[in-house]
T-cell receptor, first 113, second 116 residues
């Protein structure tokens, strides 16, 4: 059974700092990994999607890497801003025909002005 | 149009009420999903529709009844809910069964349901 873990559970940083969020998964047989952002009480916004054959994806100040064999992904946020404050969720789609998206519990990020 | 639209945004209902949640997308996606999210928890899958047919039911109680009238619309009918069913209900879509492998999922903004 696929399990996804995100560390840390919460992170507080000053504005302008570069930071890394971590995601690990127990079964390396995945099709893809997706990072989402969720603001309090709101839906999920997709940030980056990495296919299993890819090593990284970039969008603006965000860079996500994937090491499938070791079951790890990182989300790097450069020059953090208060508007980046949210919960960041990592989710994987596993091989085997399942259409399930398995989520981690998320990292709650607070960027202080 | 690259959005999944959910209505209503907020819903308060009594335990004897019947209500429905609505989800709509016009991206041509052929797979649609209902997720339930409790506070400070990750989303949990409830139902999957592929080409308008129910393909996965995650052992959800029958007081939740999904419906997919067409390829753009997904409903969740609610009846005789319990207070513990209060949660954020999220709808998502993907291009086609299996295509989410390449293109991922698009989520709506959710319906905040409170059962009193």
């Amino acid at each position: 059974k696929q399990e996804v873990t995100q560390i840390p559970a919460a992170l507080s940083v000053p504005e302008g700092e570069n930071l890394v969020l971590n995601c690990s998964f127990t079964d390396s047989a995945i099709y893809n990994l997706q990072w989402f952002r969720q603001d309090p009480g709101k839906g999920l916004t997709s940030l980056l999607l990495i296919q299993s054959s890819q090593r990284e994806q970039t969008s603006g100040r965000l860079n996500a890497s994937l090491d499938k064999s070791s079951g790890r992904s990182t989300l790097y946020i450069a020059a953090s801003q208060p508007g980046d404050s949210a919960t960041y969720l990592c989710a994987v789609t596993s091989e085997g025909g399942s259409e399930k998206l398995v989520f981690g519990k998320g990292t709650k990020l607070t960027v202080n002005p | 149009d690259t959005e999944v639209t959910q209505t209503p945004k907020h819903l308060v209902m009594g335990m004897t009420n019947k209500k429905s949640l609505k989800c709509e997308q016009h991206m041509g996606h052929r797979a649609m999903y209902w997720y339930k999210q409790k506070a400070k928890k990750p989303p949990e899958l409830m139902f999957v529709y592929s080409y308008e047919k129910l393909s996965i039911n995650e052992s959800v109680p029958s007081r939740f009844s999904p419906e997919c009238p067409n390829s753009s619309l997904l409903n969740l009918h609610l009846h005789a809910l319990q207070p513990e069913d209060s949660a954020l209900y999220l709808c998502a879509s993907s291009q086609a069964p299996g295509r989410q492998l390449n293109y991922g999922y698009t989520f709506g903004s959710g319906t905040r349901l409170t059962v009193v």
